[in-house]
């Protein structure tokens, strides 16, 4: 069966468009039980609404961490404030890409025994949250004292 899209107005296969989740009074699905836009028309449009709302991506893959994980969640929007600079690394954030994505903001877990929940998340940047991961307090003060270290040892 095929059906036209009504952003890309292509002809395609029934399959290249998502279920719909709509249903009539009556409990069954509208319509043919599809959306009216295709899969990739659907992706560009959810792509360019999360690039452009960070805190929408930022929220949205934090639940479904939470969920796979069995960790508290409890944020609200309200809850993620993006400052302008990475609090670790000084730098300024930069919205990611698939490939780069290093100064993209991440929600990080001050305490990593707790969950994402109010009062236990900051904003910092992929690589300072990748840097930090579940390092404790005192592996971190390690580490930066030896990596200066390190690095002198090299030149």
């Known amino acids: 069966m095929k059906k036209i899209c009504t952003k890309c107005k292509i002809e395609k296969n029934l399959e290249d468009f998502p279920y719909t989740y709509h249903k009539k009074k009556d409990g069954t699905p509208g319509g043919d039980g599809?959306?009216?836009?295709?899969?990739?028309?659907?992706?560009?449009?959810?792509?360019?609404?999360?690039?452009?709302?960070?805190?929408?991506?930022m929220m949205m893959n934090t639940k479904a961490r939470s969920r796979?994980?069995?960790?508290?969640?409890?944020?609200?929007?309200?809850d993620i404030i993006i400052p302008n600079l990475c609090p670790i690394l000084k730098v300024p954030f930069e919205l990611g890409t698939k490939t780069s994505y290093s100064f993209s903001p991440t929600i990080d877990r001050i305490d990593p025994n707790k969950g994402y929940i109010k009062g236990n998340i900051k904003v910092i940047s992929m690589m300072a949250n990748k840097m930090k991961n579940n390092a404790t307090r005192e592996q971190c003060e390690q580490f930066a004292k030896n990596i200066i270290k390190y690095y002198d040892d090299i030149v």
Do not use: M
């Open 68 to 78: 796979q994980r069995g960790i508290d969640f409890n944020l609200e929007y309200e």
């Open 34 to 57: 599809h959306r009216a836009n295709c899969r990739s028309c659907e992706n560009k449009s959810r792509k360019k609404h999360y690039d452009t709302r960070p805190i929408t991506r």
